[in-house]
């Protein structure tokens, strides 16, 4: 099978609370804590047992592996039912370069 990503998917066990947007950009000031599966320049993979909707928009901090805090909006992408919950596929359309920068170093890291 052809992958088709823009960018390679790291695994990665990492943690990340969501923290809804509304159509003004509100944010509802309530955290879904989720388990991030994998990670990529472009989004993220995720589960969790709340159900999210398909074209939703959340504020996400992401610690990563050096326990820095990465911030990110996310647009919910895909949804699939599992067993436990909900596994999800998230892309960033708002991370600062920075940030980016961080996933591409622990990318090359992994690949050594």
Not at 40 to 67: H, N
Not at 75 to 102: C, H, P, Q, W
Request: glycine content about 8%; aromatic content about 8%; charged content about 35%.
């Amino acid at each position: 099978m052809e992958e088709k990503r823009r960018h390679k998917r790291l695994d990665l066990e990492v943690s990340v609370q969501l923290e809804k947007l509304t159509q003004d950009g509100v944010t509802t000031l309530r955290y879904i804590d989720v388990d991030v599966t994998d990670i990529s320049r472009s989004g993220l993979g995720f589960r969790s047992i709340k159900e999210l909707d398909i074209g939703t928009y959340y504020d996400t901090r992401i610690q990563i592996w050096t326990k820095e805090i990465v911030e990110a909006v996310i647009e919910i992408v895909r949804r699939e039912k599992t067993e436990n919950g909900y596994r999800y596929g998230g892309e960033f359309i708002g991370m600062s370069d920075t940030d980016a920068l961080k996933i591409d170093i622990y990318q090359i890291f992994n690949d050594l």
